[in-house]
């Protein structure tokens, strides 16, 4: 068997790896229809969070922690309009894309450190009701 010319081998090798990472490469999730906007998985994150801190904070058994927490998960989801599936669905599309998720997650934890702030000092609070909206 004959050698490759040494100018055809390095174009060669990077073809090959390129094609075989190219064949390990998960598919990519296609977006669940209806699939819930970003805000709206905010506000639901957000509201779920919080509750789930104060399941928390009432130091019940690990059993009736849970089962209190997952009713009122359902409660937030019919207040919202939310099937379960539907949110779970629009959660796994957005975990698949870090990218979203990371954006989502941002806006939830900026939006619950300013409730913290809020909380912890309430000069903070009134100096943003004499901010103006535009």
Same mark, same amino acid.
């Given at each position: 068997?004959?050698?490759?010319?040494?100018? !055809?081998?390095?174009?060669?090798?990077?073809?090959?790896?390129?094609?075989?990472?190219?064949?390990?490469?998960?598919?990519?999730?296609?977006?669940?229809?209806?699939?819930?906007?970003?805000?709206?998985?905010?506000? !639901?994150?957000?509201?779920?969070?919080?509750?789930?801190?104060?399941?928390?904070?009432?130091?019940?058994?690990?059993?009736?922690?849970?089962?209190?927490?997952?009713?009122?998960?359902?409660?937030?989801?019919?207040?919202? *309009?939310?099937? *379960?599936?539907?949110?779970?669905?629009?959660?796994?599309?957005?975990?698949?894309?870090?990218? *979203?998720?990371?954006?989502?997650?941002?806006?939830?934890?900026?939006?619950?450190?300013?409730?913290?702030?809020?909380?912890?000092?309430?000069?903070?609070?009134?100096?943003?009701?004499?901010?103006?909206?535009?």
């Amino acid at each position: 068997m004959k050698k490759l010319p040494a100018f !055809l081998r390095v174009p060669l090798l990077l073809l090959l790896t390129g094609l075989l990472t190219q064949c390990q490469r998960p598919e990519e999730a296609q977006p669940p229809q209806p699939l819930l906007p970003k805000e709206k998985m905010v506000r !639901l994150l957000v509201e779920l969070h919080l509750t789930e801190s104060r399941v928390e904070g009432a130091a019940l058994p690990p059993d009736s922690a849970r089962a209190l927490y997952l009713r009122l998960h359902n409660d937030i989801l019919w207040r919202h *309009d939310v099937s *379960d599936s539907l949110f779970v669905h629009s959660y796994r599309y957005y975990a698949a894309h870090e990218k *979203d998720l990371d954006e989502i997650y941002g806006t939830v934890i900026d939006s619950l450190a300013f409730r913290q702030l809020r909380l912890t000092n309430p000069a903070a609070a009134a100096a943003e009701k004499e901010i103006p909206k535009w």
